[in-house]
């Protein structure tokens, strides 16, 4: 049973910085693609960022340059390191996996796992 588990979420103000941690148990495929995923109030989720089996990664265009996926595969866990953050990151992220080496951040219905989600609060 593939299970995911965030956990890192928080409150902090504008221009700080937060690190997301999403710990993968469960998963035998050795070919995935691990993504996050963000959901604000009132809006749709949204694909963040995302790491494949090759550690080839991928950003929206809204977190270029401020956050950077990571994994660190003997701990079996994905990390996204948020720098310089902004009012309008606040949101639940998710994070979610898929098999196979191709993803894109384009649709959630690509990704079969998720987890529960943990708040990102930004203050201005």
């Known amino acids: 049973q593939v299970q995911l588990v965030e956990s890192g979420g928080g409150s902090v103000q504008a221009g700080g910085s937060l690190r997301l941690s999403c710990t993968v148990s469960?998963?035998?495929?050795?070919?995935?693609?691990l993504a996050w995923f963000r959901q604000a109030p009132g809006k749709e989720r949204e694909g963040v960022a995302r790491?494949?089996?090759?550690?080839?990664?991928m950003y929206a265009d809204s977190v270029k340059g401020r956050f950077t996926i990571s994994q660190d595969n003997a701990k079996n866990t994905m990390y996204l390191e948020m720098n310089s953050l902004k009012s309008e990151d606040t949101a639940i992220y998710y994070c979610?996996?898929?098999?196979?080496?191709?993803?894109?951040?384009?649709?959630?219905?690509?990704?079969?796992?998720w987890g529960q989600g943990t708040q990102v609060s930004v203050s201005s």
């Open positions: 979610a996996a898929t098999i196979g080496s191709w993803c894109s951040l384009l649709s959630t219905s690509e990704y079969g796992y």
């Open positions: 469960g998963f035998t495929s050795s070919r995935y693609c």
């Open positions: 790491i494949n089996t090759g550690a080839v990664s």
